[in-house]
């Protein structure tokens, strides 16, 4: 019932910034989003979440560099990512659960994915 449509995606050189968008359908009722990535060979691993309270968890990898917001009046869910490093290389996944979910990957709802990588 919910659908997500990743955009923002790309090559950028270590150091570099990148600003990630969401858009969403139904994401007002929906308890969670998170961004989620995956690289080659690796699980899918949680980056940050938020909730319709605006609990916000992020992991420790990008504390102090990335930052996760939400537009309600535009159901987009944004990640504005700096100081990108090699190792943030991967498929970025938006997702959406009626839950709070945090870091977890059992949501129930995912985008198609945008690259972003970095060298």
């Known amino acids: 019932d919910v659908q997500l449509v990743e955009s923002g995606g790309g090559s950028v050189q270590a150091g570099g910034d990148l600003k990630l968008s969401c858009t969403t359908s139904g994401a007002t009722w929906d308890r969670s989003m998170a961004w989620f990535r995956q690289a080659p060979g690796k699980e899918r691993e949680g980056v940050a979440a938020?909730?319709?309270?605006?609990?916000?968890d992020y992991a420790d990898s990008v504390k102090g560099r990335f930052t996760i917001s939400k537009d309600d009046a535009k159901n987009t869910l944004y990640l504005q990512m700096n100081s990108l490093r090699p190792e943030d290389t991967a498929m970025y996944y938006c997702?959406?659960?009626?839950?709070?979910?945090?870091?977890?990957?059992?949501?129930?709802?995912w985008g198609q994915g945008t690259q972003v990588t970095v060298s």
């Open positions: 938020i909730d319709s309270d605006g609990r916000i």
């Open positions: 997702a959406a659960d009626k839950l709070w979910l945090g870091l977890s990957r059992n949501y129930a709802y």
